[in-house]
Nanobody, 121 residues
Framework: QVHLVESGGGLVQAGGSLRLSCAAS????????MGWFRQAPGKEREFVAAMHWSSTRYVDSVKGRFTISGDNAKDTVHLQMNSLQPEDTAVYLC????????????????WGQGTQVTVSS
């Protein structure tokens, strides 16, 4: 059974940083694309970033501020978030996809429960 468990969310002031982590189990981590999505209240789930080996992909609004990285030895993916803004406030979810470097949520096979990120102005 696959489990994705996010951690690292919290409350931060605008301009601050957070590092999210997602620990995966029950899958061959190195063969999956790992992604991060976010969902704010009343809004649709939004792609944030994804990685597969050395390939990465980001939504334009986080380029230059967020960095996705992986640790195959620990089956963990991280999302370093710098220069956070109030509009980054959302529940951040980790996901795993079997193919490609997708940006659409339906292309991801497994999901975590999410971790709340709140950025105050």
């Amino acid at each position: 059974q696959v489990h994705l468990v996010e951690s690292g969310g919290g409350l931060v002031q605008a301009g601050g940083s957070l590092r999210l982590s997602c620990a995966a189990s029950g899958l061959t981590f190195s063969t999956y694309t790992m992604g991060w999505f976010r969902q704010a209240p009343g809004k649709e789930r939004e792609f944030v970033a994804a990685m597969h080996w050395s390939s990465t992909r980001y939504v334009d609004s986080v380029k230059g501020r967020f960095t996705i990285s992986g640790d195959n030895a620990k089956d963990t993916v991280h999302l370093q978030m710098n220069s956070l803004q109030p509009e980054d406030t959302a529940v951040y979810l980790c996901a795993a996809a079997a193919f490609g470097l997708p940006i659409r949520s339906y292309e991801y096979n497994f999901w975590g429960q999410g971790t709340q990120v709140t950025v105050s102005s």
